[in-house]
């Protein structure tokens, strides 16, 4: 199964932005689409965007115009999720998935003052 390991998660001021990468493990991730979901406290796990192994994107209303999610399938293996623009309402744990129905173990992401 492949293994997904997300970073660049933290805190940042609402307005800013930050890169996150997730990097997949064995030889098929060109096959996969892959995405990012998020889950807020209290709240249920929701899809933010996503990738087909072609590059078609598909994005949550709530982060059209803000976000960016593209893929790399070249040796990096990597998927990333570009968020500009953020707002106290992004604060969530991030979630790395593919369509083999692999997650990652998640990476925070905090917009506060």
């Known amino acids: 199964q492949v293994q997904l390991v997300e970073s660049g998660g933290g805190l940042v001021q609402p307005g800013g932005s930050l890169r996150l990468s997730c990097s997949a493990s064995?030889?098929?991730?060109?096959?996969?689409?892959m995405g990012w979901y998020r889950q807020a406290p209290g709240k249920q796990r929701e899809l933010v965007a996503t990738?087909?192994?072609?590059?078609?994107?598909?994005y949550a209303d709530s982060v059209k115009g803000r976000f960016t999610i593209s893929r790399d399938n070249s040796k990096k293996n990597t998927v990333y999720l570009q968020m500009n623009s953020l707002k106290p309402e992004d604060t969530a744990v991030y979630y790395c998935?593919?369509?083999?129905?692999?997650w990652g173990q998640g990476t925070q992401v905090t917009v506060s003052s």
């Open positions: 990738v087909t192994s072609y590059g078609s994107t598909n």
């Open positions: 064995g030889s098929s991730f060109s096959i996969y689409a």
């Open positions: 998935w593919n369509s083999g129905n692999s």
